[in-house]
């Protein structure tokens, strides 16, 4: 049996030496065979020169580069693609989450589970989880990470979706499976600095919203309905007081605040229905999800073999 570690790697040049030596130990008291895929996800620094070193002296060690920086969740889903292990396990390059939890995941895969993923313990989920959470019928697990050890059969269906816009918390747990959850508490980063952006996190809630619900859609026919029965009502007493006698006030300022509002409301709507069609856009031009500059690991796992779009 082969376990798979699969880790990105962005400028983590400080932290490779730590993570390798870590990740040795424990391999070293698992029954198991092991491989480590990095993936160099286009880092400014020199961490594809200190991979490749570590390829050198252990032959355990595959390096997939990447031709540029495709993200976190493109740079996991090429790590997954190249991986070759009857269990894959993905977690990041700084240590925040702990190797040593492997052992744990390795138990609890050979006890039956085809999924077993880390979550934080001790921390409140974060408001974009319970938003997500909310407008989302797929269960995300609170405060789960991209933690988590594989079965093979969830790889090769997770390998199956071909969506641009990645998730992958999401797609796992789309997938059932039988799926366990370790705790774990979260570590300080071990050395160099968080390279997700505000706006990457920003952009991620959003993909997770609008890849796993239309709820937004649904609130904008809403949005529509409300206007137009407030619209109605105030048809309805405009009509009364003109039957009535009543004086109607001069109509500019009723004018004004009904354009303003209604162009506001549609203006929305557009909006909301344009961030799904910008999706739609970028699905269908069926790009591959990242391009391989260079793979040194076993030859029969060429990047052209390994279909980069699964379908
Ligand atoms: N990462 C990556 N590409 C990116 C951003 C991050 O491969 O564009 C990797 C990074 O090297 C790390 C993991 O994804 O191994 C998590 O990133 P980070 O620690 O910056 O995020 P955080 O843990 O703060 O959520
Ligand atoms: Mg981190």
Redesign the pocket.
Same mark, same amino acid.
């Given at each position: 049996m082969l376990l798979s570690v699969v880790?990105?790697?962005?400028?983590?040049s400080a932290?490779i030496a730590e993570l390798h030596r870590r990740l040795a130990e424990v391999c070293a008291g698992l029954d198991l065979d092991a491989e480590f895929v990095f993936?160099d996800?286009?880092s400014r620094d020199d961490t594809l020169e200190r991979l490749k070193a570590l390829a050198g002296t252990d032959p355990r060690v595959r390096v997939l580069s990447l031709s540029r920086?495709?993200?976190?969740q493109a740079?996991?889903s090429a790590g997954i693609d190249h991986a070759a292990g009857d269990a894959v396990v993905v977690?990041?390059?700084?240590l925040?989450h702990p190797p040593e939890l492997i052992e744990e995941f390795v138990t609890r895969w050979r006890a039956g589970y085809d999924l077993v993923y880390a979550y934080r313990e001790g921390v409140r989920p974060r408001l974009g989880y319970r938003l997500i959470n909310a407008l989302v019928s797929t269960r995300i697990p609170a405060e789960s990470?991209?933690f988590r050890l594989m079965d093979r059969r969830v790889v090769d269906a997770f390998r199956r979706m071909p969506e641009r816009a990645r998730f992958i918390r999401g797609m796992i747990s789309w997938l059932g499976f039988r799926q366990c959850g370790v705790g774990y508490r979260d570590r300080q =980063?071990f050395a160099g =600095? =968080?390279?997700?952006t505000l706006r990457?996190?920003a952009r991620m809630a959003l993909n997770a919203v609008l890849a796993f619900s239309t709820v937004p859609l649904r609130a904008a026919s809403l949005l529509g309905l409300c206007t137009l029965s407030a619209g109605l009502v105030y048809g309805v007493y405009i009509l009364y007081a003109r039957l009535s006698g009543r004086p109607i006030e001069p109509g500019w300022t009723a004018l004004m605040l009904t354009v303003l509002i209604l162009g506001g409301v549609q203006l929305i709507c557009v909006g909301i229905i344009a961030e799904y069609v910008g999706r739609i856009f970028e699905e269908v031009k069926q790009r591959p999800l990242y391009v391989v500059r260079e793979w040194i690991g076993p030859a029969d796992r060429r990047p052209e073999d390994r279909r980069e779009n699964v379908r």
């Open positions: 880790v990105p790697c962005c400028n983590e932290n993936v996800d286009g920086n495709f993200g976190h740079a996991l977690m990041d390059a700084d925040q990470a991209d =980063r =600095r =968080r390279s997700y990457q996190t």
